[in-house]
């Protein structure tokens, strides 16, 4: 009886704890304080009391555990993500990250119930939680900066708290000129426009605050807005205040918070010294106000597997949950990340709603392609030569402006001028070239290939130079493709025929290898066949723009092929055109001891050597970094110049050109050639002679079939 009595407890003790699911978070706080904890605790007791079976479990990095900024955690994050190494499942991270860490995120539209998003569907969470269309984050923390301004001093000498940057500016004026002589250690403003994340902030809120109405959104960086609000707020800084009390760190504000030595303070919302009285920013016009967000964000990593992510997303329903919001607030006095509960009366019996409501957000915008830290240092540092400096504010902020442009060169810059003069340079002389086949005198240097064949190869030279062209204004995906068809079909076109032409001089003991040679075309139609393939394999996934961010600011777009096998196919194409190089190359160094082809071999090695050294740069090209877009653009286009007319100058017209001054009978030694290939062919054959007699006869026919090639005027 007690055998089957404990088996029953151990099914029982399964059914309950053998499903329990740990999820692993992860989060960075400067202090070892209870937020994130308080979530954990919350949750794991609900999860218990409504036998979930799930338990969250969290991995806290502080300054005593990890480097002191949200810098290295950041890094850390985005390495753990791009691993896919499942190491957490739930990331709590801070909301300007957002699009960092969003092409790793569950898309939560797609498994919370469409209530719970419309909680969230106003206000500024959509504008801070979504990554391409996807909402990939909640907030659950927010930090919004307010004015704290000194009310004994301002009704010492009765003024209002303002509510514009020149009631501001009046008012430190008059109330500073009246202390100066009571309190030395009194600040007007302390402005907070130090070299930190905080300084960044500072210059957000403050353009925000100069727009023209609550409606308009955040001006762009060239706007005359942001120009006079810049010029103001240097003014501003020598009326009231100076360049080291505006650089001053939290530290410096914080102490002040504290002691009571400041008439107005900017800062994020905390409990400071009871003398300060609490108000949204100023802003150029009553009514207009802007408060940067700060504050943490969740989100699901979108690779832990069906199970963990059910489990993940009932922890952060729960977390994000209406009710939960609502008890948090009413604890913590935290504003909410839920706007609709400024509506409800519990809230507002403890918090002041309506001044809750009259906080103007204003997110940190910045592009998606940017590393935010690194664009959120430029961002400051460019303003400051002007705020701090002697750097005109236009000149800065047109310096700032090229962090949001993406450059490339067209037929209006002087380099594309340049450029394009020479490339027209290049093809009315390739047009020109055209007629030398036509004198007489040149007529016979051109009887080495086929009428058809010498149109094959000129046609490629041209395909190629397309690539020159599509490499003018912006980057489209379009272009991309066009570049590697004119790539791939140019190269094919303009060096097969070479092939053709070597074969039929070169005698191999295999009758495939007759037929062959006797079936030219069936080369050409086999290496256009594989370029084809290769090519509708690119066109299956298609190229993508992708954005390159440089130092310098001068960003540009390059082609970029998506993941692995596309970009192997692409390099496919790339060596195969060289393997058709390569092989021509090998034909003719076979044949490099031939009395009577040595002539047009020579040049013909010459051009394939540079065609070969054009590919193999080209390809260095894609893969070394540059940063430069100039630079870019001029090595890019001087290689597919190469490559394009390299061929074309060398074999089709200094070629010809030589042997002419040479006065080299080219009839003569062309014959010369597919006779010794027709007597070497005779001589090694061992068969019967009725069998000799046959092959004699293909001989006789084969240099017949020659003079009449020969006998071919283009």
């Not at 002191?68 to 190494?85: C, F, I, P, S």
Request: hydrophobic residues 40%; proline residues 3%; aromatic residues 16%.
């Amino acid at each position: 009886m007690i055998k089957p009595f404990l088996l029953v407890i151990l099914i029982l003790l399964y059914i309950l704890y053998g499903y329990a699911i740990d999820i692993r978070s992860v989060a960075f706080s400067y202090v070892e304080d209870d937020f994130y904890n308080t979530f954990v605790n919350k949750f794991n007791k609900y999860s218990l009391e409504n036998n979930l079976n799930i338990t969250l479990i969290l991995n806290l990095f502080t300054p005593s555990n990890i480097s002191a900024n949200t810098v290295d955690y950041g890094d850390m994050l985005e390495t753990v993500l791009k691993r896919k190494n499942r190491k957490f499942d739930i990331y709590f991270f801070e909301y300007m990250y957002n699009n960092r860490y969003g092409p790793y995120l569950l898309d939560l539209k797609e498994y919370l119930p469409k209530k719970h998003i419309d909680l969230y569907s106003k206000g500024f969470v959509p504008k801070i939680s979504t990554f391409n269309n996807k909402l990939v984050s909640l907030p659950i923390k927010v930090d919004y900066s307010i004015l704290y301004s000194n009310t004994k001093l301002l009704d010492k000498y009765n003024k209002p708290v303002p509510e514009t940057w020149d009631e501001l500016i009046d008012t430190s004026k008059y109330i500073m000129e009246k202390e100066k002589e009571n309190d030395s250690e009194l600040i007007s403003f302390n402005g907070l426009f130090d070299d930190s994340e905080i300084g960044t902030c500072s210059l957000f809120e403050y353009i925000y605050s100069f727009r023209d109405s609550n409606d308009s959104s955040f001006p762009s960086f060239n706007n005359e807005t942001v120009v006079n609000a810049i010029k103001y707020l240097k003014d501003m800084k020598v009326k009231i205040a100076s360049n080291e009390q505006f650089q001053k760190d939290s530290l410096f504000t914080l102490g002040k918070l504290n002691d009571g030595k400041a008439l107005f303070i900017k800062y994020w919302n905390i409990t400071p010294n009871p003398v300060y009285k609490k108000s949204i920013i100023p802003g150029i016009k009553k009514g207009i106000s802007g408060s940067t967000i700060g504050g943490e964000s969740i989100g699901i990593g979108s690779d832990i597997g069906d199970k963990k992510i059910n489990a993940s997303i009932k922890i952060l329903e729960y977390i994000t949950s209406k009710e939960f919001r609502k008890n948090f607030t009413l604890e913590t006095r935290e504003y909410s990340t839920i706007p609709s509960l400024y509506d409800d009366d519990d809230i507002c019996e403890v918090v002041d709603c309506e001044f809750m409501k009259s906080i103007q957000f204003v997110p940190r915008k910045f592009p998606p392609e940017y590393s935010y830290d690194e664009y959120s240092r430029k961002f400051r540092s460019y303003i400051y030569k002007f705020l701090y400096g002697d750097t005109p504010i236009r000149e800065a902020l047109n310096e700032f402006d090229y962090l949001n442009k993406f450059y490339s060169i067209t037929i209006s810059d002087t380099v594309g001028k340049y450029y394009a003069f020479i490339l027209l340079f290049i093809v009315a002389i390739m047009i020109g070239s055209l007629v030398l086949p036509l004198k007489s005198d040149f007529r016979k240097y051109y009887r080495i290939l086929y009428p058809d064949f010498w149109i094959f190869s000129i046609f490629g030279t041209f395909l190629m130079l397309g690539s020159c062209h599509v490499g003018f204004g912006s980057v489209t995906v379009i272009k991309c493709h066009l570049r590697i068809l004119f790539f791939s079909f140019g190269v094919s076109f303009n060096i097969v025929p070479y092939i053709c032409m070597l074969s039929k001089s070169i005698y191999l003991k295999s009758k495939l290898w007759e037929k062959i040679k006797r079936n030219s075309y069936f080369i050409l139609a086999c290496v256009l066949l594989i370029d084809n393939l290769l090519y509708l394999l690119i066109l299956m996934n298609p190229f993508t723009i992708s954005k390159k961010m440089t130092k310098s600011g001068r960003n540009y777009e390059i082609c970029r092929v998506m993941g692995g096998i596309n970009a192997l196919i692409f390099y496919i194409i790339m060596i195969f055109e060289s393997l058709i190089v390569i092989t021509t190359l090998y034909l003719a160094y076979i044949k490099r001891n031939d009395e009577h082809l040595k002539n047009d071999l020579r040049f013909l090695i010459i051009s394939l050597y540079t065609t070969l050294l054009s590919i193999i740069l080209i390809i260095l090209m894609d893969i070394v970094n540059i940063n430069d877009y100039v630079t870019k653009f001029i090595l890019f286009e001087v290689f597919y110049t190469v490559l394009s007319t390299s061929n074309h100058f060398i074999f089709f017209v200094i070629r010809p050109i030589w042997l002419y001054n040479k006065k080299v009978d080219e009839d003569h030694e062309y014959m010369k050639a597919f006779r010794t290939s027709a007597v070497v062919v005779l001589n090694s054959s061992n068969q019967k002679t009725n069998s000799r007699a046959s092959n004699s006869q293909y001989v006789k026919s084969s240099i017949i079939k020659n003079q009449s090639h020969t006998n071919i005027i283009i």
